[in-house]
């Protein structure tokens, strides 16, 4: 498989190398940053094989992408909660920066977002981006508890207007992460709809298909021409009709591949899109093309 995003995949199973635009950096350095809950929620809610939990080194996570047709992944600096509540993490941008930079063929990274930061917060996104070489912004309204729409997030849409970088955003249905910071699901995507219209030129991407109102995500997409879905954090497999048909007919341009590793495994989940039978020129897109496009891979 060659080393830059985008170029066909070696491996005859796989028809390109695909770009994983959600992934969680599982180093043993990076899960020295996470709280306790980790072990628990991934292995335990969410599946994760038990021997996951030690960590895995660069050089594993690459070898597991790409063994799965996946060439290029998205590295998150994920901001979980307020540092100092139950639960709550922030993952250092230099963890992530470190990786990309030793690996920039395979890795790129997102920088993550609290809204509670205020300019400081503000600050560090354009830090990042310009300084640190991350390609793009990510966010969990549920940490925070405050919707997508709620002014807190405004300085934050204005500069990645600004920078010219695309912000994903969890939407859809929260999870438990932590018994002890229990997270009330504030993602609805019709909540994106005023933040679309405020700033259409910003480049917003609902991941995490937006369950369970799936239906209410692809509206905001097919309104927006600037939003778009994530199809990450949920098997495949078990995809509503409604979203594999979006992705196979007039939505074939709005939704990207992504994992959230190790939510899912990065190999079941190639396989299991393989074996939805999608059209022949609506994969490339789903896998690649569309991320290309909109992060500005080219």
Known sequence: MSDTPGNAASNPIYPVAAIDAV???????ALKHRPDWAEEFFSGKMKAKNSLMTGLTLEQMIERMESAGIGHGFLIAAKSGRPGLPGCYHM???VVADAVR???DKFSGLIGIDPFTGMDGVRELEHAVRELGFIGAHLYPHWFELAPDEAKYYPFYAKCVELDVPIQMQVGQSMIYSKDFRCRSVGQPIKLDAVACDFP???LIGIHVGIPWTDEMIAMAWKHENVFIGCDAHSPKYWPQSFVHYINSYGQDKVIFGTDFP???FKRTMDEILSLNFKPDVLPKLLRD????IYGLD
Do not use: G
Request: net charge neutral.
């Open 23 to 29: 992934v969680n950096l599982w180093t043993e350095e």
């Open 92 to 94: 250092p941008p230099q």
């Open 102 to 104: 030793r690996y920039p």
């Open 201 to 203: 030129e910003l480049k």
């Open 263 to 265: 939510v899912l495994d």
């Open 290 to 293: 569309n991320t290309r496009r």
